[in-house]
């Protein structure tokens, strides 16, 4: 099972196997703190995309399109999380955004159980 997380939340247990999703560390958050047990900043969206999206929700849309464009060439790395979830059975995908709706933990949660369905 995935599921994402803010990384300003506390981890619990339920968390299962815990992923920074991001390109940049949290704000404020301590490594100690965090509890993350991988940073796959590698699949997060590119540092173009991140900086033209700026968190605008009117983009979302392009945003989302643009996402699943840069990880249908990361198959490796998507590949990787579904076999994380075949050993851990939860994967909390952790991001840092605000918005808890328009952010790349949600474009890549949907993919996932997208994928997962279809295969």
């Not at 808890?100 to 993919?111: G, Q, R, S, W, Y």
């Amino acid at each position: 099972m995935f599921k994402i997380k803010r990384a300003y939340q506390d981890p619990e247990d339920e968390d299962g196997y815990r992923i920074l999703v991001d390109r940049l560390w949290p704000r404020g958050v301590s490594k100690e703190k965090a509890k993350f047990d991988l940073w796959m900043k590698e699949i997060a969206p590119s540092n173009e995309l991140r900086k033209w999206f700026g968190h605008e929700p009117e983009k979302w849309g392009k945003f989302k399109n643009k996402y699943i464009n840069e990880l249908a060439e990361k198959k490796e790395l998507i590949n990787q999380l579904y076999d994380m979830e075949k050993i851990n059975k939860t994967v909390t995908m952790i991001y840092s955004a605000k918005d808890e709706k328009h952010n790349n933990a949600v474009v890549l949660l949907e993919l996932l159980e997208k994928s997962s369905k279809t295969s």
